[in-house]
Nanobody, 123 residues
Framework: QVQLVESGGGLVQAGGSLRLSCAAS????????MGWFRQAPGKEREFVAT????????YYARSVRGRFTISRDNAKNTVYLQMNSLKPEDTAVYYCAAGSSYLSSRGAEYDYWGQGTQVTVSS
């Protein structure tokens, strides 16, 4: 059973920054592709970013490209999401996920999910 625990969410003003972390319990973390998704109230879950197992390749949703950066530290079993120039529309619960599909933006292709961390951006 893989456990993923997100942290780093909070309340920030528009234009500000936050860094989310996701710690994995899995000893084989370094072979998993990791992704970040988000879900705003009343909306469907949407893809944010994904990173390959080696960290060498990434892919972003168009809405966050140029503002968000996904990275990972396999020695620490942790994946990060640096969020800059935040906008009110970025307000959501952010989830990290682990899976074997390469750079997938589809939530169904991820096997394990964290409990989520709330990000609120005020205008």
């Amino acid at each position: 059973q893989v456990q993923l625990v997100e942290s780093g969410g909070g309340l920030v003003q528009a234009g500000g920054s936050l860094r989310l972390s996701c710690a994995a319990s899995e000893r084989t973390f370094s072979t998993d592709n990791m992704g970040w998704f988000r879900q705003a109230p009343g909306k469907e879950r949407e893809f944010v970013a994904t990173i390959s197992w080696s960290g060498g390749n990434t892919y972003y949703a168009r809405s966050v490209r140029g503002r968000f950066t996904i990275s990972r530290d396999n020695a620490k079993n942790t994946v990060y999401l640096q969020m800059n120039s935040l906008k009110p529309e970025d307000t959501a619960v952010y989830y990290c996920a682990a899976g074997s599909s390469y750079l997938s933006s589809r939530g169904a292709e991820y096997d394990y999910w964290g409990q989520g961390t709330q990000v609120t951006v005020s205008s």
